[in-house]
């Protein structure tokens, strides 16, 4: 034991499966308040062992947060759980030091390392400046499991699981490259994002999918020309990110979900001139825009949404509606972190208060 510390307690090894840090010198993260009231203390991937046990058993964090860590600071070897980890039916990926798109690894690092820890940790972001590779994420996801649907529909292509070998739904359709840094809900939802999300949606989905593609740079092409616009036919958005309140959702949002409907019933004709007259208003021009026409020069009908009163709902990319009231899809940030979020609340008065009086 150490300063009475039960022997064995709180062990907690930094590498999934308790294998040995390959790059035992690269510093996982400072500690604040650890050895004395105004302390800093920085911990290496091989010097991690003599207190992340402390940190377990005294602030009372899962293991698998410094694992998760240790997954992406400290060279970890990859385990065969970690190669197995997002491919789809238990099957390996055969790639795992291939690097993940820049895109993915943001949302990697958003999701896994943009929590905030109440002041006591501030993990080494600069570890991560050679990027992060597939065996690295599968350890991460191998211990943390996938907090997002994202990872599940561009993963298996981008580190190449068995059978994975093309996108079903590419973005721009035509192979054109797209301007991934607009952000079309202003949530941080960005082109680069939409891309990821939607890489093997389904054609129901990628068929919605392409309404969104003008305004991440793609050239037109007659499906695209062809989606329902709530601004009128062949009408873009001037704002897509602009938000509307009635539906708590973006106008790009709602001119997927719409497009997702159609492609889910495409013989209900209703749909798009009930989205105009619906939305229209609130999303091209000013607030007191007149009423919307719809495309075949009727008057649209005003009493129900989209949908024959279906509250437009953002699909996802196997095809279901994301959530029926019409809520807007999350940016990565906002999306919560299951394990990561539950320890926050206690550490910073047990691991300052108690981890001193067992330091070594």
Not at 88 to 113: I, N, Q, R, W, Y
Not at 339 to 359: C, D, G, N
Request: hydrophobic share 35%; with cysteine; glycine share 12%.
């Amino acid at each position: 034991g150490c300063n009475g510390f039960p022997t064995g307690a709180g062990v907690c090894a930094v590498c999934p499966g308790g294998l040995a840090p390959g790059l035992p010198d690269n510093e996982m993260f400072t500690v604040f308040g650890l050895t004395s009231a105004d302390s800093s203390d920085t911990i290496t991937c091989g010097a991690s062992g003599s207190v992340l046990g402390i940190f377990t058993a005294v602030g009372d964090i899962p293991c698998e947060v410094f694992q998760a860590w240790g997954s992406l600071f400290c060279g970890c070897p990859t385990t065969d759980a970690g190669l197995r980890a997002f491919c789809p039916d238990g099957m390996a990926s055969s790639a795992p030091d291939k690097p993940l798109p820049k895109h993915v690894e943001e949302l990697v690092v958003t999701e896994f390392l943009g929590v905030d820890v109440g002041g006591v940790f501030a993990v080494n972001t600069e570890a991560l400046d050679d990027g992060i590779t597939c065996g690295e994420v599968g350890n991460l996801f191998s211990v943390a499991g996938n907090s997002s649907d994202f990872f599940e529909t561009s993963l298996p292509f981008d580190c190449e699981c068995p059978g994975y070998t093309e996108l079903t739904c590419p973005f721009c359709s035509d192979g054109s490259m797209i301007d991934g840094s607009v952000d079309l809900d202003g949530f941080n939802f960005t082109c680069d994002l939409l891309q990821f999300e939607f890489g093997l949606a389904n054609k129901t989905v990628c068929a919605a999918a392409v309404a969104l593609e003008p305004y991440c740079g793609c050239p037109a092409t007659p499906t695209s020309d062809a989606a329902c616009r709530l601004c009128g036919a062949g009408v873009l958005l001037e704002e897509p990110s602009r938000y509307v309140s009635q539906f708590e959702a973006s106008c790009s949002d709602i001119e997927l979900d719409v497009n997702y409907l159609i492609s889910a019933d495409p013989t209900n004709a209703s749909i798009c001139p009930e989205a105009q007259n619906l939305v229209g208003p609130g999303c091209c021009g000013s607030t007191d825009t007149p009423t919307v026409a719809p495309d075949d020069g009727t008057e649209a009908p005003t009493a129900s949404p989209p949908g024959g009163g279906t509250t437009p709902t953002t699909a996802t990319p196997s095809g279901e509606p994301a959530d029926p009231t019409g809520a807007p899809t999350d940016p990565p940030a906002s999306k919560a972190t299951p394990f990561f979020v539950s320890i926050v609340v206690s550490l910073l008065v047990t691991i300052v208060s108690f981890a001193y009086q067992y330091v070594c």
